[in-house]
């Protein structure tokens, strides 16, 4: 290694100062693109299609209470048949109309609803795992034992879909609460990974020349990137984009095999409907499991400082307590830590309106399909296929587009914001006269809504890297984990505001395509919030809070790069302020 590539001593026991490598680099990209699997072929697609089948072939008829919905099948593979009928059309039925019920718990749920509670209930119950593990994984070794014992839990509870029956329908329902908080975990664990990979970086860590000017461009000066943005970020942009690009290509290789086990499975011969789909999850559980191999052999552990709990009266409790008092009491310093910092608080509500939105384009695009334009689980998966292969464009596109454009980063955010826009104002035109006696624009004709699916998955590439890249840069050094699952919380808490108001419209109004004007509001809202933001402010004001809470291991690298923004003074005397703040308090 270059004398300038030299790596600084580390600030306590165990810490990892190493360069990121090639092959470290593989291991956190083999993880992101084997949970990225599940979200879309699991979560986005086939899990909540088998769970409802699952508990339909266990319901019966809302009408009389005792006819099952499924009738018995004959043994000529008709069953097999009857599985890929109902994936092709949404609007057929094999209980001659009447709704189809369970009875969890005693009481009267339709099927489809039971689906959508479960996926609720492990929102719920994501929210609190998060929260009740993630500011542990800051310190010591946990951060990536957590993250593969998350990762092959999730694997291993998606690939049990394989051995429920229909008569425990309820286990299919734990199995996906399980699945769907093991990914959200993973996802958090996973993204404060991120901000370490990019400050060990050679190139993050190179010291410039004193003999070169500081205004020319070089990779180390935070003020000549062609974002304009730090080294760090433009480097922690580059490995989420490209992360995000893997996981949309794996995603879609399995959901076309996916499609392909379905036809290969008519020609068999099934006692229940929910078989192949139920196969179908299975494999989705084993690429998880066997993807996320080389990440625990290549991924390092990056420890952070030792855990040492600060209250006298927690050490006398059992060491899971403390850890859970420990975990909880530091969720709520995140938060009071995040009012501090201007620029990060600003972004979260940001982020929490455009997941909301995000969330409320995807739920109503697909309701719109089904209810609409009539379209079955197959043309749907294909549209999803669709949006993910775009996604991989966008992914890979944004940053080249960011480079010829020379676009900041919050530039590209806002970029991407008003592209999506046009999904709901194109929904719209369907309520022109002109265009509406066409029969074709709007939202009309099947065909239009595929277009939309490459928009969406396009913009949704370029969001969900840079976002997640942008909001790494002004969070404190050495509490990542802490800080990203503050991003996951918000992220999930909002996802059920949009979806909601669009329900109640839909059941207002009759019909699902005036929710495209509430839709083209809800994206707006976060531009104005997303422009006011100084990423270089942010990142000062984040690393001065680091010093401050005392977490100086990545910290005093980010501030050897900040020293020559005009915000470090500003960032060190906003320290001495917190400092003489609390010195007064006590």
Known sequence: MAEDDATRAPRY????????????????????????IFAVCGVGSFAPVTLEQLARESGVLRSDGTTPCIKPMDGSGATARRVLQLLVRADESNDGGGQCIVRPFGRETSTASFAMYTFSAAVFVQALVLISFSPVADYGVYRKRLLMAFAFSG????????????????????????????????????????????????????????????????????????TGASTQLRLSTQISSKGVGLGYAAAVSVQILSIGVLLLL??????SESTPLRCVLFLVGVFWALLTIPGALWLRNRPGPPLRVAAPWSRRLPAVFQYLTFAWSSVWKTVTTAAKLRQTWVFLIAWFLLSDAIATVSGTAILFARTELHMGTIPIVLLSITATTSGIAGAFSWPRISKIFNLETKTTIIACILMMEVIPLYGLLGFVPFIKAWGVGGLQQIWEIYPLGFVLGFVMGGLSSYCRSFYGEIIPPGSEAAFYALYAITDKGSSAVGPAI????????????????????LIALPIPLVYVIDVRKGHAEAVALSRHLGHSSTADVALEDYDMLDDAPAAEGLLRQWDDGERAER
């Open 266 to 271: 008519k020609k068999a011969h099934f006692a």
């Open 13 to 36: 026991d165990g810490e990892d100062v190493s360069p990121t490598t090639a092959r470290e680099l593989r291991g956190w990209y083999s993880i992101g693109l084997a949970a990225e």
């Open 502 to 521: 669009v329900g109640a419209i839909v059941d207002r109004l009759g019909t699902i395509r005036p929710a495209f004007g509430f839709l083209a509001v």
């Open 155 to 226: 694997a291993t509870a998606t690939a049990a879909f394989l051995l429920v029956p229909p008569q425990l329908y309820m286990l299919g329902s734990v199995l996906v609460v399980i699945g769907v908080v093991c990914l959200g975990c993973s996802f958090v664990l996973l993204n404060s990974f991120l901000p370490l990979l990019a400050a060990h970086h050679p190139e993050a860590m190179r010291k410039p020349s004193a003999e070169t000017d500081r205004d020319t461009e070089q990779p180390y000066n935070p003020a000549s990137t062609t």
